[in-house]
């Protein structure tokens, strides 16, 4: 297919991908702090400045990238890593004076979010790898979000400062106070200018609330509450109460061993505070509605697909299982992905999805080979552009695929130092399974299967999309767009 057809920003313009940006952690080094944030803003120019990385740095496990998000107006994006940590870009405002550095994301702010516990009572290590990240809308100068690592979910706010008061009345410029005596005179404190500063701190921490791993985090729309889930319960917070939660479904059978299946993940509605939809290791999707009763484990809506008897074998039920569910912006439908595909489901038919589309068929042949080195396990997420026209999700060999619902065309494309030159417009990339190979296909049996793009996320207006590729940071932009700033 023509990768023209991968959606505008109302999914009716050409894109072509490009390669705006690329930020590498192969030489973010934990014991360095937070200076240490820009040696992680590679030139979009000259991806070759950021080392590539030993097999031993990538294996090492910091720093490679497990969860990205944009904010609710796209200025700024956060990613979290396994080494706990959190890097917030924003988005450069344009200057005549800088025209290549326009639209790029610098770093902003790095913090610690998460530090590696352990439960004595059952003594297990708790890693302090942040596995979501959710923004909350922003409702005034500070922008805050949640972090969570298995257990324990921060809220962190965000805010700048450049301005300091000088000429006190009482304190001298060290901040001691004068002796009263000596003050003859009272003066009107000011505001001087000073140096930008970015100050995080951490204004609410949820512990306690989950025994199983936290899979998923998501903001309500009514700004006041937030649901947590892990394998078996599903948790609703309020944001400024921290030492209790309202558990709201709980799968949990009496007898362990009757258990069937798990919770892999959750969302709220973007328009109804009272739905959220979870998705679970059988493939299903339930619908709650939080006005029916307080426990939601009767489900409102049921959505399963009918299992095609001459595909069964081994591992279907291992393929089918839902790693990501995402409600549309307009909240009509929703996008599931499951190892093999992703679905379109819509709210108002649960019978089976509207549209399925094929991430790589080519590995159904292949199932055995990826069960044994785990990789069937892998969770991929999936994201919509802005105006619901386009579904991206990631593949292996830093492929990602993005398909046109409108069109129905697909396109496969690479997320690489060597094949993503800057400015350069992406070539689709094609996966040969037998027979005729076209120049620059890749056979199969070539892929390699350490490269995986798990995590990927779409501006919410913009055909801006980033991309995290073990340890580094691919921003791509359409081309349009690109040479507009």
Known sequence: MSHKQAGGPAGESAADWCLYQLNGAAEFEVSEGIARAAAMQASPHCPANVPQPSSEEVTSGAD??????FNHTGELLATGDKGGRVVIFQREP?????????????????????????????????????????????????????????????????????KRPEGYNLKDEEGKLKDLSTVTSLQVPVLKPMDLMVEVTPRRIFANGHTYHVNSISVNSDCETYMSADDLRINLWHLAITDRSFNIVDIKPANMEDLTEVITASEFHPHHCNLFVYSSSKGSLRLCDMRASALCDKHSKLYEEPEDPSNRSFFSEIISSVSDVKFSHSGRYMLTRDYLTVKVWDLNMETKPVETYQVHDYLRSKLCSLYENDCIFDKFECAWNGSDSVIMTGAYNNFFRMFDRNTKRDVTLEASRESSKPRAILKPRRVCVGGKRRKDDISVDSLDFTKKILHTAWHPTENIIAIAATNNLYIFQDKVNSEMH
């Open 94 to 162: 344009e200057s005549k004076n800088e025209p290549y550095n326009q639209g790029e994301y610098n770093v902003y702010s790095t913090f610690q979010s998460h530090e590696p516990e352990f439960d004595y009572l059952k003594s297990l290590e708790i890693e302090e790898k942040i596995n979501k990240i959710k923004w909350l809308p922003q409702q005034n100068a500070a922008h805050s979000l949640l972090s969570t690592n298995d257990k324990t979910i921060k809220l962190w706010k965000i805010t700048e400062r450049d």
């Open 64 to 69: 490679i990238i497990s969860t990205v998000e």
